[in-house]
């Protein structure tokens, strides 16, 4: 069957995955009407095309940070790769250089952030980090990602606790005994009694404030990335505290059910923010009208997670690649048929809210 549509990825992996882990991937938390939000929010948003253009040539190139990449779709970090696709993470960071945009390597990867930088060395790479009890720990792996060539650290913060995901509890979802949280292989007492997600319970700290942005701050150079920020009111702290970049996010619906939709919070946050740092959002972009949409309303890249599993769990390192080249295309095609030559030419004038 030709692959035409993320949708298309989507149902191959249902297929194809264990129930365990397609739930794993798949789960939001509670009731998941925060995770279906995020899909539903982008129907409820019309385009507003202009015509007589000449749109013969187009142009999807962006930066993040100073970078340019091919167009504004990177993958963001989930977790456990190597459940979908032997290779795992390394396949995943290949198959972003190859489209030459950015990876936002998890935590939580079963392949160690060495592993990865040697599978891609040519590859744009983020690094998204957690703040542990142990503070050594996140210390020692941004000093490793630094070293390593990762260009910026992106601190999630919406996980002081593990959101509720009733199927990987009813499943009691484990990681199976030769897969390890590879950054953490050797570093971490593994637990018998006491796991949650491949390493210990508690060990998240959920005291994180604003302070351990200063912390972060002293231990490193890199730009810092506050991901899971979906108030006008956290924005404006996040750029009091001189980070360089946002990310609208709300877990892809797997922490806090009954927030917005990110396509929904993106606004206020790039009104309140006014240019001052990037904002970019992940969460419910399926199509390039959506990448579309997201940009128009000020997102400066998107990022994508769940799509990158089903193209993993499709074909490994080609299946991320197709993928994002779907997406790219789509893009591509929608921008075109807008109007928009090339990014910059992208604004809000495109977007019109459903009065449904």
């Known amino acids: 069957m030709a692959m035409v549509c993320l949708t298309d990825f989507e149902e191959y992996a249902k297929e194809h995955l264990s129930k365990a882990t397609w739930d794993y991937y798949a789960a939001g938390a509670d009731e998941c009407c925060t995770r279906d939000d995020n899909l539903l929010a982008y129907k409820r948003i019309r385009l507003r095309p202009r015509i007589l253009r000449d749109v013969s040539v187009s142009d999807t ?6 970078t340019e990449i091919s167009f504004p779709v990177g993958i963001a970090p989930t977790a456990f790769h190597c459940l979908a696709w032997h290779e795992g993470e390394m396949a995943t960071a290949r198959g972003t250089e190859a489209v030459n945009t950015c990876y936002i390597t998890s935590t939580y990867s079963t392949c160690s952030v060495e592993e990865i930088v040697a599978a891609a060395p040519n ?20 000093h490793r990602v630094e070293a390593l060539g990762y260009k910026a650290l992106v601190l999630t ?14 499943n009691q979802f484990k990681l199976p005994p030769h897969l390890k949280v590879k950054n953490f292989d050797g570093v971490i007492q593994e ?10 319970s508690n060990t998240l700290d959920p005291s994180i404030s604003w302070k351990d942005v200063y912390w972060l701050q002293s231990l490193t150079r890199l730009p810092i990335i506050i991901k899971g920020i979906l108030t006008k009111e956290d ?4 750029v009091e505290h001189g980070v360089q ?21 993106l606004s206020e946050i790039v009104d309140t923010v006014q240019g001052r740092i990037e904002v970019y959002l992940d969460g419910g972009i399926r199509t390039g009208s959506d ?18 599993v089903w193209g993993l769990a499709y074909k490994g390192e080609e299946g991320v690649r197709e993928v994002l080249q779907i997406l790219n295309d789509e893009f591509r095609l929608s921008m075109a048929l807008s109007g ?13 809210f459903s009065k449904l």
Not at 123 to 142: N, P, T
Not at 191 to 200: F, L, N
Not at 248 to 256: A, E, I, T
Not at 291 to 308: D, E, H, M, S, T
Request: proline fraction near 4%; hydrophobic fraction near 35%; aromatic fraction near 8%.
């Open 235 to 238: 924005a404006e702290l996040a």
């Open 61 to 66: 190139r962006t930066t993040v940070q100073g």
């Open 245 to 265: 970049g946002i990310i609208v996010s709300n877990h892809g619906g797997r922490q806090l059910d009954g927030g917005p939709a990110t396509i929904d919070a």
């Open 340 to 352: 928009c030559r090339n990014v910059a030419e992208i604004n809000r004038n495109l977007i019109q």
């Open 123 to 142: 590859g744009y790479r983020w690094f998204q980090l957690y703040v542990y009890r142990d503070r050594k720990l996140s210390e020692s792996i941004v």
């Open 291 to 308: 990448v579309l949409k997201a940009v128009a309303l000020g997102a400066k890249c998107v990022f994508i997670g769940r799509p990158a």
């Open 157 to 170: 913060v919406d996980v002081p606790y593990t959101g509720k995901r009733r199927n990987d509890i009813r």
């Open 191 to 200: 637990s018998a009694s006491s796991e949650e997600y491949g390493i210990p």
